[in-house]
């Protein structure tokens, strides 16, 4: 009587199984680096551009003036009069035009998984504060837009792999979220 032969692998082949295996997944880590580049890029613009839109909707619901502004400072309550608007802060806030009431306020490492500066920056590109009337409106003379970027990360689309983003906000209030890199006609995602 014959014994049958297992139908395992061998040695060798398992390794080479191994090595195959190490070698793709080498192959994908720059695409999943620059894959969780974008998400935070999108997270952080999305984060932004809800904000606005909140504090649009907080105007349009008190017929009252509601600011939004970019800061450093601490984004709580205690602060609401105190904040300092720097077009490239890390942090946003709502709160009534006359400094008296805070909304809402977010850190821009919300959401980073990081407990220090988020690698997302942001700039108002010369707007660090936008009033929204009991109208909707702003009081912007041209629409204003932030960028989001990543300057440790690399170049933005199409030079590089990074797909920054820009929130725009015209006079009339409206608030969208865009991709500079998409000029292609007829492409909705297009600034």
Known sequence: MKIPRSQGFSLVELMIAIAIAALLLVMGIPSFTTMIQNSKLRSAAENCLAGLQRARAEALQNNSDVEFLLTDDAPIAANVAAFNPNETGGNWVIRTADMSDFIEGHAGIEGSG???????????????????????RTNLAATATFGFTNPAGG???????MRCLNVLVSVGGQIRLCDPAATGTGDTRGC
Do not use: D, E, K, R
């Open 114 to 136: 990081q407990t220090s500066a988020s690698n997302v920056a942001v700039t108002g590109n010369g707007i660090a504060s936008i009033v929204f009337n009991g109208l909707g």
């Open 155 to 161: 170049a933005c689309a199409p030079a590089g792999a």
